[in-house]
């Protein structure tokens, strides 16, 4: 069977006002939403009533009814008392008798007429208490509340059955025990309340409340208009009417509630509820029974329609009684009470104690540190969390019900502290751009240094008329000139169209001497003015470190080049006047003028050769 009390999940908004308004603190934030933890709920469907998202519904057992109608037993409908202060917009009440009756109902009760049953039930038990004090059990969450909570008053619960299992006994042991049974109530916690009568002549197949009846009508187009006048089934109820209202129970019995004769207390609402049953718990003194609704009268139980109209609804409810009373026959429901007086109204309590262990001062007093709570000072207490202090949230911390998220000042100081955070990351944010733009603009200058400093060397390069080439470690090329290029024939130079500079080229597929570069990257050790010959023609080739076995340099000459040839012509004649002259000088001591003559002879010879080169060219 579903839980009695469901959180629709995506509706809820974590307002945290289901938790304050919780009695039993069956609530707790999980997985961004609030969950109803189902075997510490009373069912009282506070929760239900205060959640403005309307997040939160009761089990709906509409389906559950409608099956009822299909079976071959007849199905009758018992009403709580309250539905007089629902359906004030009918007209008449023999009209919603009706209608009752179009929604397929065989027979349709009053559980007024239980109500005083159960009066008259506990008049005689509290005459004979013999000094105990009782609470009324009447009211489902009251019952669920002191079971779970209170189980050491478990003792002190009055074992008479709520009036509408008095009602299904009576309609039962007047219509045949095979009748089916649906009671409609303000109550939500009735609903599983009910499921702890299993005996056939206190059982109760489904339970609705005044608000889904309201949505029957509407899905069968039930209206005021559309039936006839209807009255409810035998046996009526008297001053039984006057339940939802508080001291209604007594009044069935004549029970006035004089202050200085009863033995009676009555109360209505959650905090008096909360309140009285402490007091009874823990003072001795009070030598009173409590008669105990946990709503403010089950006019304003959670199975009504929405609406705070709490003396209307009790004026609804007087005036119906007040109307009842002046044709009720008194002489048959004396017959009808002294008929059914002795059915068995008896019930017993079973302890389901579902309070969590307590946790240590110290616990408590660590979690209070945690989230900055300390000093007294800082316990505000302000209910915001759902609990009365400070403390009582730390121990429903301990004992997982709770997180820090959800105290008020914490989550301010948090987010304050995160605000904080979140500036000082955006004033660092900041200064990162500021410092980011800079660099990159200095990143730009720099580049656009380098790429004018590039084109310059290239440009001085290109001015050479050796070759020059440059290799990293790998042997592939990292700038060459054009020199270079034209050097290396044809396929070098559409290689340069599409990389300039023969950029990444293997050194080895455009040098037979390649080892050369291999060898001064491996050695450090430089080579200065080989000539080697290639393809007809003779190189003169120098290679040296630039960065140490990462980069060497090469310097090609052409010597067969005319312009080569001319430089190398003039250099080497130059150098041989050079050792010439050395000679000359250790043998001129010998050979006089000899010595002259060959100096001029080597002059004329060199400017025939420059004479010669001008005409060539």
């Not at 959670?302 to 044709?327: A, C, H, T, W």
């Not at 060199?606 to 060539?616: N, T, V, Y």
Request: glycine share 6%.
């Amino acid at each position: 069977m579903a839980q009695l009390i469901e959180v629709e999940k995506d509706k809820c908004n974590l307002s945290f006002t289901c938790i304050r308004a919780c009695p039993a603190k069956a609530i707790k934030i999980a997985d961004g939403y609030a969950n109803i933890i189902s075997n510490k709920c009373i069912g009282c469907g506070n929760c239900v009533m205060v959640c403005a998202q309307n997040a939160i519904d009761f089990r709906n057992e509409i389906d559950r009814v409608q099956s009822l109608f299909q079976g071959e037993s007849k199905v009758a409908a018992i009403c709580d008392p309250a539905i007089s202060g629902e359906f004030n917009d009918i007209s008449d009440y023999r009209k919603f008798v009706a209608m009752i009756r179009a929604l397929g109902f065989d027979l349709v009760a009053e559980v007024a007429f239980g109500v005083d049953l159960v009066a008259h039930k506990y008049k005689e038990f509290l005459e004979h208490s013999h000094g105990k004090y009782y609470l009324t059990t009447h009211c489902p969450p009251v019952r669920s509340f002191v079971e779970k909570y209170r189980p050491h008053l478990v003792e002190n619960l009055a074992p008479i059955v709520p009036p509408f299992i008095a009602m299904s006994k009576v309609m039962r042991k007047k219509y045949g025990d095979d009748l089916k049974v649906v009671y409609i109530t303000a109550c939500v916690s009735a609903k599983d309340d009910a499921r702890s009568f299993s005996g056939n002549s206190g059982k109760i197949e489904a339970v609705v409340t005044f608000k889904e009846l309201r949505t029957m009508f509407n899905q069968a187009s039930i209206t005021e208009s559309s039936v006839e006048f209807s009255e409810f089934d035998p046996p009526v109820g008297r001053k039984g009417g006057l339940y939802p209202i508080n001291n209604g129970l007594w009044q069935a019995v004549d029970m006035q509630q004089d202050l200085l004769e009863s033995s009676v207390i009555s109360t209505d609402g959650r905090n008096n509820f909360l309140q009285s049953i402490k007091e009874f718990s823990e003072d001795s003194s009070l030598n009173q029974h409590l008669d105990l609704y946990y709503c403010e009268g089950c006019s304003m139980g959670p199975g009504m329609s929405p609406g705070d109209k709490k003396f209307l609804r009790q004026s609804n409810i007087i005036s119906y009684v007040e109307k009842r009373l002046k044709g009720i026959d008194s002489k048959q429901w004396e017959r009808d009470i002294e008929e059914f007086k002795n059915i068995d109204l008896s019930r017993t309590f079973k302890v389901t104690d579902r309070r969590l262990p307590k946790p240590t001062e110290e616990e408590v007093n660590r979690v209070l540190h945690d989230m900055g709570k300390s000093k007294i000072e800082d316990q505000l207490g302000c209910g915001a969390c759902g609990y009365p202090s400070c403390k009582e949230f730390a121990v429903a911390y301990c004992q997982g019900l709770t997180n820090f998220e959800m105290c008020y000042s914490y989550s301010i100081k948090s987010l304050h502290t995160y605000i904080n955070k979140v500036h000082a990351a955006n004033e660092n944010l900041k200064n990162t751009k500021e410092a980011l733009k800079e660099s990159e603009e200095k990143a730009r200058k720099e580049e656009l240094a380098a790429r004018e400093a590039a084109e310059t060397i290239t440009a001085m390069l290109n001015k050479i008329r050796a070759g020059v080439v440059m290799v990293d470690s790998n042997l592939n090329i990292i700038e060459s000139n054009l020199s270079f290029v034209n050097m290396m024939g044809d396929d070098a130079k559409q290689l340069n169209d599409v990389i300039p500079g023969l950029r990444g080229a293997d050194i080895n597929t455009l040098l037979p001497f390649g080892k050369l570069f291999n060898t001064v990257l491996q050695t450090g050790q430089e080579i200065i003015n080989r000539d080697t010959t290639v393809d007809e023609k003779i190189l003169n080739v120098s290679v040296f470190t630039i960065k140490k076995h990462q980069i060497v340099g090469g310097i090609i000459r052409d010597l067969t080049a005319p312009e080569v040839r001319r430089e190398e012509v003039i250099n080497r004649a130059r150098s041989v006047i050079h050792d010439n002259l050395q000679t000359v000088q250790q043998i001129a001591f010998l050979l006089g003028e000899s010595a002259s003559k060959t100096e001029k002879v080597l002059n004329s010879i060199i400017e025939a050769q420059k004479i010669g080169e001008s005409h060539e060219s």
